[in-house]
C-alpha cells in the first residue's frame, strides 16, 4: 500500500489543521493507520492511531489528547488528523503509517508499521 500525507501548512499558535492521509494499493479498511511526528533534533512519536478490521481502536498521544482527533473514511481510503488549538511545540514533519496485522496494544509503535509516506510538514508559529 502507498500512503501520501496532505494538508500540513504554517498557522498561528490556537488555529487548527486537517491532515489527511490517503492510501492506494491495498484493501484500506484492513489496515491500523497511525500518525507519528518528527520536530528537529527530536526523535519521531506517536500522535494518534486508528485500528483497521472495522474495530476502530483509537489511541492518542497524552500531549495531543483532546486537541486532535484522528477519523478514518474507507470509502474514501483516507485517514484524517484533526488538530486544534496548535502549539509552536506541534511544529513537526507528520507521517502516517499503516500496518495490515498491527494489534492494538502497539498502535503507539513506529517500528511496527510496515507503510509509511513521506510527511508533511506543520509548523506553528507563536
Known amino acids: 500500500v502507498q500512503l501520501v500525507e496532505s494538508g500540513g501548512g504554517l498557522v498561528q499558535a490556537g488555529g487548527s489543521l486537517r491532515l489527511s492521509c490517503t492510501a492506494s494499493?491495498?484493501?484500506?479498511?484492513?489496515?491500523?493507520v497511525g500518525w507519528f511526528r518528527q520536530a528537529p533534533g527530536k526523535e519521531r512519536e506517536f500522535t494518534a492511531a486508528?485500528?483497521?478490521?472495522?474495530?476502530?481502536?483509537?489511541k492518542y498521544a497524552d500531549s495531543v489528547k483532546g486537541r486532535f482527533t484522528i477519523s478514518r473514511d474507507n470509502a474514501k481510503n483516507t485517514v484524517s488528523l484533526e488538530m486544534n488549538n496548535l502549539t509552536p511545540e506541534d511544529t513537526a514533519v507528520y507521517y502516517c503509517a499503516g500496518d495490515l496485522n498491527l494489534i492494538v496494544g502497539l498502535m503507539h509503535t513506529a517500528n511496527q508499521y510496515d507503510y509509511w509516506g513521506q510527511g508533511t510538514q506543520v509548523t506553528v508559529s507563536s
Open positions: 494499493g491495498g484493501t484500506f479498511g484492513r489496515y491500523t
Open positions: 486508528i485500528s483497521g478490521w472495522g474495530r476502530s481502536a483509537i
